[in-house]
């Protein structure tokens, strides 16, 4: 009897052990819910596969859930809307690291590594919304980074660095529909000649600010498209070899702003000669940046006062304003103990 009740024991051990080394590392949890953690195999060969699953599936990739996929995208689901959240892993697919469908998808990419070929990000239509923060997207081989696709996509990249190429590739196309791009903190690398950053066609907006977006041939990595587009140029961005607001010339009534924060003693004159600058083309150095742009049918100025960091000599006039209150202090009171007795 003990020996039969060991034995089962043993048994349903081993069928528990094997059942869960039978799963790759990213596992369902729930109906159109997949979790992947840092269980072996890491990192999971098989990643996630739904092409036919068409329902808006939830995936969440957590600390060291790592992908390495060798001849496909590492993350593929349906047409959802789907949302997919990595944070804290590397994610690698031999087309695609993330591929979602025709609708609109968040994806959410914070301190991660992904990497792709062609692609590292395949949005597809649907007004999809991409946030990566501090984190590195590479795409090893030709193609496009983000192609974000048709729909009014939203993304906004933060701290984090951007990496084409080689081949003839871009970082960054929105394609139709009104894009909506922020730029902050990072850097974007073309190693091609093409354009890095390009909005596509319909009313697209970007904002750069302290990052530097560049080709390989330092030439208009920065480009609107058909459709009116808006162009802010925030506090150090670097663009070396310009911006053109409209790629495919003259299609569209196109925006450039300066935003950028600058001493407040420079404000006025840099405000009257923003808004005297030629169009469609010409140059302006700003802050020791040097801008030049082409394509562009207003140019403006919204200029922000750059906060001086205060002197010694500030502190030391407000040290001396404080002691002096307290000094007056001390004699009017020394002055009413007086007259009182
Ligand atoms: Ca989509
Ligand atoms: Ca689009
Ligand atoms: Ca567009
Ligand atoms: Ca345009």
């Known amino acids: 009897m003990r020996n039969l009740l060991l034995l089962s024991i043993v048994a349903i051990t081993t069928s528990f052990v094997v059942s869960v080394t039978a799963f790759s590392r990213c596992e369902p949890t729930g ?14 060969p098989d990643g996630i596969q739904q092409n036919a699953n068409n329902n808006g599936v939830q995936v969440h990739v957590l600390d060291d859930g790592n992908i390495d996929t060798n001849n496909f995208s590492a993350i593929t689901v349906g047409n959802g809307p789907n ?6 892993a590397t994610v690698i697919g031999l087309s695609r690291a993330i591929n979602v469908g025709t609708n609109s998808d968040v994806i959410i990419i914070q301190n991660a590594h992904l990497e792709g070929e062609g692609a590292v990000f395949f949005l597809d239509a649907g007004d999809d919304n991409l946030t990566i923060t501090d984190s590195t997207i590479i795409t090893t081989v030709g193609g496009v980074t983000i192609p974000v696709g048709d729909g009014n996509d939203t993304a906004v990249i933060t701290g984090s660095n951007i990496i084409s190429g080689p081949g003839i590739s871009r970082s960054f196309t929105g394609g139709p529909g009104m894009e909506d791009l922020t730029i902050m903190h990072s850097t974007i690398t073309n190693t091609s000649a093409d354009a890095t950053v390009s909005l596509g066609v319909d009313d697209d907006k970007v904002f750069v600010s302290h990052s ?4 390989i041939t ?17 506090t150090a961005a670097v663009i070396p070899g310009g911006i053109d607001c409209d790629g495919d010339m003259s299609v569209g009534f196109d925006t450039l702003i ?4 600058v001493p407040a003693s420079q404000i006025e004159a840099l405000t009257e000669q923003i808004e005297n600058l030629p169009t469609p083309e010409g140059s302006i ?20 006062i750059a906060e001086p960091i205060p002197a010694l000599s500030t502190w030391g006039l407000f040290a001396m304003a404080v002691l002096l209150g307290i000094a007056g202090l001390l004699i009017a009171t020394t002055r009413r103990r007086n007259a009182v007795s």
């Open 212 to 215: 530097t977006i560049t080709n």
């Open 285 to 304: 150095t700003i802050n020791n940046i040097f801008y030049e742009y082409r394509n562009c049918d207003v140019i403006e100025a919204d200029l922000g």
């Open 31 to 44: 109906s159109d819910q997949f979790e992947c953690n840092s269980f072996e195999p890491n990192p999971d």
């Open 258 to 261: 300066f935003a950028m924060e």
């Open 218 to 234: 330092d030439d208009f990595p920065l480009i609107g498209a058909a459709g009116n587009d808006l162009l802010t140029i925030g």
């Open 83 to 88: 949302h997919i959240e990595v944070m804290n």
